[in-house]
């Protein structure tokens, strides 16, 4: 089965630029998608098809997707960013989503 | 406003039964593919299962496949998950999930489904 990888915590200054990865063997190829999830709340997707926003996203959130590794790439970061973020992608070949294990990010 | 709001968790022994339901409203429900996603205390998101708009297309997770049922009810806008022969490892918040084949779009609150003696 696939597997996406992620790094288990990020810590950023605020105003500074977070980068979370997604690891997966040529996830170049598929769309990858990213939630966020705060404490005690339902996930909130905020990039889908691997560099889009749904609307209400902040302009700060933007994503990339080549070769081995996708990027969620946060500008300016605010404490309100604090929260785990969670890649995904479509498995054709078994027919299921996959997850990524999530990234806590941690506003220092 | 769209909406989802799932209900029926609560605590079951193992090897119990259980039926979640998930209420869609403030669009076509119909129109839209949906998913279960749950999550174990502390622990990451797990893809549960996927069913098409019409129900005719079903998808599980290797995990609950032969003892998990997704169905939905488009006339009543209802989505459903029968969960039997109930594990420890079962127990997690259960979410509903729109799926507009861009990503997972709308979630709902999660409805808590303990399996424990």
């Known amino acids: 089965s696939y597997v996406l990888t992620q790094p288990p915590s990020v810590s950023v200054a605020p105003g500074k630029t977070a980068r979370i990865t997604c690891g997966g063997n040529?996830?170049?190829?598929?769309?990858v998608h990213w939630y966020q999830q705060k404490p005690g709340q339902a996930p909130i997707l905020v990039i889908y098809?691997?560099?889009d926003r749904p609307s209400g996203i902040p302009e700060r959130f933007s994503g990339s997707n080549s070769g081995n590794t996708a990027t969620l790439t946060i500008s300016r970061v605010e404490a309100g960013d604090e929260a785990d973020y969670y890649c995904?992608?479509?498995?054709?070949?078994?027919?299921?989503?996959?997850f990524g294990g999530g990234t806590k990010l941690t506003v220092l | 406003e769209v909406q989802l709001v799932e209900s029926g968790g609560g605590l079951v022994q193992p090897g119990g039964s259980l039926r979640l339901s998930c209420a869609a409203s403030g669009f076509t429900f119909s129109s839209y593919e949906m998913n279960w996603v749950r999550q174990a205390p502390g622990k990451g998101l797990e893809w549960v299962s996927y069913?098409?708009?019409?129900?005719?297309?079903?998808y599980y997770a290797d995990s609950v496949k032969g003892r998990f049922t997704i169905s939905r009810d488009n006339a009543k806008n209802s989505l459903y998950l029968q969960m039997n022969s109930l594990r420890a490892e079962d127990t997690a918040v259960y979410y509903c999930?729109?799926?507009?084949?861009?990503?997972?779009?709308?979630w709902g609150q999660g409805t808590l489904v303990t399996v424990s003696s």
């Open positions: 995904q992608v479509w498995d054709s070949s078994s027919d299921h989503w996959v």
């Open positions: 999930a729109r799926d507009p084949a861009a990503g997972l779009d709308c």
């Open positions: 069913i098409s708009s019409s129900g005719s297309t079903i």
């Open positions: 098809y691997d560099s």
């Open positions: 040529n996830i170049g190829s598929k769309s």
